[in-house]
């Protein structure tokens, strides 16, 4: 549980410095991803409710009630699906479409899935974990 929390304050922090603006030279080589205030504020939201969705599936291992992983994730994959800005992904460089894209088949398979097995749900919710670490590597967010 610990090392969750850990975890999450990492991510939390990640999300925090993707908006952080400051105008002193830096060393940041990441590529800015130029997003609409609207965009900017689904990007955040969404990465709020993939670590609440994070957690929670993994609370539901520890519990050990494994099946209820899915659920979870099909409400985050609604509000994806729902709230995703018209055109966004076009516009986004080939890097950040291939994370997307692994991102949400991870998702995906999490949500369809139906399983009790803990192991396959652990397994795919690093990988989520794996592929946000290496976005925030990549990519910030600035604003047209």
């Given at each position: 549980?610990?090392?969750?929390?850990?975890?999450?304050?990492?991510?939390?922090?990640?999300?925090?410095?993707?908006?952080?603006?400051?105008?002193?030279?830096?060393?940041?080589?990441?590529?800015?991803?130029?997003?609409?205030?609207?965009?900017?504020?689904?990007?955040?939201?969404?990465?709020?409710?993939?670590?609440?969705?994070?957690?929670?599936?993994?609370?539901t291992v520890i519990l050990d009630s494994p099946e209820n992983a899915d659920n979870l994730v099909r409400n985050l994959v609604a509000?994806?699906?729902?709230?995703?800005?018209?055109?966004?992904?076009?516009?986004?460089?080939?890097?950040?479409?291939?994370?997307?894209?692994?991102?949400?088949?991870?998702?995906?398979?999490?949500?369809?899935?139906?399983?009790?097995?803990?192991?396959?749900?652990?397994?795919?919710?690093?990988?989520?974990?794996?592929?946000?670490?290496?976005?925030?590597?990549?990519?910030?967010?600035?604003?047209?």
């Open positions: 549980m610990k090392r969750l929390a850990i975890i999450c304050s990492v991510l939390m922090g990640f999300c925090v410095n993707a908006v952080a603006e400051d105008n002193t030279p830096s060393n940041d080589h990441r590529v800015t991803l130029e997003v609409s205030v609207e965009e900017r504020d689904f990007i955040l939201e969404r990465m709020r409710r993939m670590l609440e969705t994070l957690t929670s599936v993994q609370q509000y994806t699906t729902e709230e995703y800005p018209e055109g966004w992904y076009e516009r986004m460089p080939e890097g950040f479409k291939a994370m997307e894209d692994r991102l949400n088949e991870r998702w995906r398979i999490l949500a369809e899935n139906n399983t009790s097995d803990s192991k396959l749900i652990l397994k795919n919710t690093v990988q989520v974990m794996a592929t946000c670490n290496a976005c925030h590597r990549s990519f910030k967010i600035g604003l047209e």
